[in-house]
Protein backbone atom coordinates (compact mmCIF):
# COMPACT_ATOMS: atom_id res chain seq x y z
CA UNK A 1 0.00 0.00 0.00
CA UNK A 2 1.78 3.15 -0.98
CA UNK A 3 0.84 5.77 1.93
CA UNK A 4 2.11 9.01 0.68
CA UNK A 5 -0.14 8.71 -2.72
CA UNK A 6 -3.71 10.00 -0.54
CA UNK A 7 -1.64 12.50 0.64
CA UNK A 8 0.09 13.80 -2.75
CA UNK A 9 -2.28 16.32 -4.72
CA UNK A 10 -3.28 13.48 -7.38
CA UNK A 11 -4.20 11.84 -4.51
CA UNK A 12 -6.58 14.33 -2.98
CA UNK A 13 -7.81 14.56 -6.03
CA UNK A 14 -8.68 11.00 -6.72
CA UNK A 15 -10.25 10.98 -3.41
CA UNK A 16 -12.15 14.39 -3.73
CA UNK A 17 -13.42 13.17 -7.62
CA UNK A 18 -14.91 9.57 -5.61
CA UNK A 19 -16.59 11.71 -2.93
CA UNK A 20 -18.17 14.29 -5.25
CA UNK A 21 -19.06 12.25 -7.75
CA UNK A 22 -20.56 9.84 -4.65
CA UNK A 23 -22.58 12.47 -3.59
CA UNK A 24 -24.11 13.34 -7.38
CA UNK A 25 -24.96 9.84 -7.42
CA UNK A 26 -27.00 10.33 -3.84
CA UNK A 27 -28.81 13.73 -5.51
CA UNK A 28 -29.66 11.97 -8.63
CA UNK A 29 -31.07 8.57 -6.69
CA UNK A 30 -33.00 10.40 -3.95
CA UNK A 31 -34.03 12.69 -5.93
CA UNK A 32 -36.08 10.92 -9.02
CA UNK A 33 -33.78 11.84 -11.76
CA UNK A 34 -33.37 10.18 -15.29
CA UNK A 35 -32.12 6.95 -15.06
CA UNK A 36 -28.78 8.47 -17.31
CA UNK A 37 -27.91 10.77 -14.73
CA UNK A 38 -27.76 7.90 -12.12
CA UNK A 39 -26.02 6.04 -14.56
CA UNK A 40 -23.04 8.25 -15.34
CA UNK A 41 -22.66 9.62 -12.00
CA UNK A 42 -22.59 5.62 -10.52
CA UNK A 43 -19.94 4.85 -13.47
CA UNK A 44 -18.46 7.87 -12.78
CA UNK A 45 -17.95 6.93 -9.08
CA UNK A 46 -16.76 3.30 -9.67
CA UNK A 47 -14.47 3.81 -12.01
CA UNK A 48 -12.54 6.99 -10.07
CA UNK A 49 -12.84 4.77 -7.39
CA UNK A 50 -10.81 2.04 -9.22
CA UNK A 51 -8.22 4.02 -10.51
CA UNK A 52 -7.79 5.02 -6.84
CA UNK A 53 -7.37 1.97 -5.49
CA UNK A 54 -5.09 0.61 -8.80
CA UNK A 55 -2.42 3.89 -7.60
CA UNK A 56 -3.39 3.44 -3.74
CA UNK A 57 -2.20 -0.49 -4.06
CA UNK A 58 0.50 -0.09 -6.79
CA UNK A 59 -0.98 -2.27 -9.55
CA UNK A 60 -0.36 0.41 -11.79
CA UNK A 61 3.62 -0.89 -11.06
CA UNK A 62 2.81 -4.61 -11.40
CA UNK A 63 0.48 -4.20 -14.38
CA UNK A 64 2.78 -3.20 -16.96
CA UNK A 65 0.56 -4.38 -19.74
CA UNK A 66 -0.82 -0.27 -20.20
CA UNK A 67 0.70 2.38 -19.89
CA UNK A 68 -2.03 3.82 -16.93
CA UNK A 69 -1.66 7.34 -16.53
CA UNK A 70 -2.57 7.50 -20.28
CA UNK A 71 -5.71 5.51 -19.62
CA UNK A 72 -6.50 7.97 -16.37
CA UNK A 73 -6.53 10.59 -19.20
CA UNK A 74 -8.60 9.24 -21.56
CA UNK A 75 -11.25 8.48 -18.70
CA UNK A 76 -11.01 11.87 -17.42
CA UNK A 77 -11.37 13.53 -20.65
CA UNK A 78 -14.40 11.44 -21.90
CA UNK A 79 -16.13 11.83 -18.19
CA UNK A 80 -15.67 15.56 -18.36
CA UNK A 81 -17.10 15.88 -22.05
CA UNK A 82 -20.24 13.34 -20.35
CA UNK A 83 -20.55 15.30 -17.49
CA UNK A 84 -20.66 18.71 -19.24
CA UNK A 85 -23.41 17.60 -20.65
CA UNK A 86 -25.41 15.57 -17.79
CA UNK A 87 -24.66 18.65 -15.70
CA UNK A 88 -26.02 21.07 -17.87
CA UNK A 89 -29.17 18.98 -18.93
CA UNK A 90 -29.62 18.32 -15.47
CA UNK A 91 -29.02 22.15 -14.29
CA UNK A 92 -31.93 23.49 -17.46
CA UNK A 93 -34.05 21.25 -16.83
CA UNK A 94 -33.92 20.97 -13.18
CA UNK A 95 -36.80 18.83 -12.01
CA UNK A 96 -36.33 19.25 -8.86
CA UNK A 97 -33.47 20.55 -6.02
CA UNK A 98 -32.16 17.21 -5.80
CA UNK A 99 -31.70 17.00 -9.88
CA UNK A 100 -30.11 20.80 -9.40
CA UNK A 101 -27.86 20.57 -6.92
CA UNK A 102 -26.47 16.78 -8.69
CA UNK A 103 -26.16 18.76 -11.80
CA UNK A 104 -24.03 21.18 -9.71
CA UNK A 105 -22.00 18.58 -8.32
CA UNK A 106 -21.39 17.21 -11.63
CA UNK A 107 -19.95 20.38 -13.15
CA UNK A 108 -17.92 20.57 -9.91
CA UNK A 109 -16.67 17.30 -10.78
CA UNK A 110 -16.09 18.16 -14.35
CA UNK A 111 -13.41 20.66 -12.99
CA UNK A 112 -11.78 17.98 -10.95
CA UNK A 113 -11.54 16.07 -14.24
CA UNK A 114 -10.25 18.89 -16.08
CA UNK A 115 -7.55 19.14 -12.61
CA UNK A 116 -6.73 15.66 -13.29
CA UNK A 117 -6.24 15.90 -16.89
CA UNK A 118 -3.46 18.50 -16.20
CA UNK A 119 -1.68 17.15 -13.50
CA UNK A 120 -1.44 13.56 -15.00
CA UNK A 121 -0.05 15.58 -18.47
CA UNK A 122 2.34 17.41 -15.90
CA UNK A 123 3.21 14.14 -14.54
CA UNK A 124 4.12 12.14 -18.19
CA UNK A 125 6.18 15.24 -19.36
CA UNK A 126 8.57 15.13 -16.26
CA UNK A 127 8.52 11.25 -16.33
CA UNK A 128 9.82 11.69 -19.86
CA UNK A 129 11.96 14.41 -19.04
CA UNK A 130 13.65 12.53 -17.14
CA UNK A 131 14.23 9.79 -18.93
CA UNK A 132 15.91 11.41 -21.74
CA UNK A 133 18.25 13.73 -19.45
CA UNK A 134 20.40 10.83 -18.13
CA UNK A 135 23.41 10.67 -19.54
CA UNK A 136 24.69 8.17 -21.93
CA UNK A 137 27.63 5.88 -21.44
Known sequence: VDRAFPRSARGALKISRTLVALAALLCFVVSGSHHAYTALAGMETVITLLFLLLYLLRLDSRMRCLFWPLADIFNS?????????????????????????????????????????????????????????????
Do not use: E, H, M, Q
Request: hydrophobic share 60%; charged share 20%.
Open 77 to 137: VIAALFLLVVGLFAIIIKTNKGTLAGGVLGLILLVLCIVDVVLLCKKIKLDKARGRSAPAK
